[in-house]
């Protein structure tokens, strides 16, 4: 890749670009994401995924500095200088660089970088077949649908996750079950899927999105609430969803094997819909 980056204006290299340590996404993680997968070249729902970064903004008072065409043109251009078929862009802004204080500085730029990366398509075909999870009490704060570069609660709850050999942390909220560190999650009750509601408690995610609609083609029902943690453990099935792993089902739960212990029928079944789905972009 020649061009795998776009920082405040210029395509460069990775090596290439340079962000200020004065930075506020640095000092203070005062700053949005967004992730955007791409298959075969072609950029996947690129327009949901930058209504939810305008979303993201808007809500910590941040201007874009792009708007959604230009940066629509950024993404395609950086897909083109990058070489890359099967990946992923980031894309993030921050409120820029000013002497440090906790209150928005005045005239400050934002930073707006954009990078292109490959993904191993191995190891997220080994997530499709199954991963394991863990429940982690859900310790974060009451705006969980900013997609905010402040990430440190899900951080610690994937790194716990690893420690105990699993993939994926699963919060655990008064409510019941929100999402996981990096992803949404289902559960397959009696032919039911049950997933918790849009609101500010979960990351409305893009394949989320996508399943429910893959899912109301299919005439599964659908239930918008928050699982109880019991109901995950004694699910017909349980899967996650996000842009990277796609769907991944869950085969096991603190070391509780779910249901057999294998994909489920429901879950592979919108694996196929959304494999079909992603050959029409």
Known sequence: MKSEVYLNGRYCTAAEALVSVDDRGFLFGDGVYEAIRCFDGKLFKLEEHLVRLQHSAAKILLELPHSAAQLTAICRELLSRGGVQNGMIYLQVTRGAAPRTHQFPHKVHPTFL?????????????????????????????????????????????????????????????????????????????????????????????????????????????ELRYPRQEEAVTADEVFITNSIDEIAPVLAIDEKTVAEGKPGKITMLLQERLETLKQTI
């Open 114 to 222: 954009a990078k292109i990366m490959e993904t191993d398509e191995a190891i997220l075909q080994e997530h499709r077949r199954g991963v394991k999870a863990i429940f982690r009490p859900d310790d974060r704060w009451g705006h969980c649908d900013i997609k905010s570069v402040s990430l440190l609660p899900n951080v610690l709850a994937r790194e716990a996750a690893t420690r105990q050999g699993a993939y994926e942390a699963i919060f655990v909220h008064a409510l019941g079950i929100t999402e996981c560190g990096s992803s949404n999650l289902f559960i397959v009750r009696d032919g039911s899927l049950i997933t918790a509601p849009d609101g500010d408690r979960i990351l409305p995610g893009i394949i989320r999105e996508t399943v429910l609609q893959l899912a109301a083609a299919a005439g599964l029902p659908v």
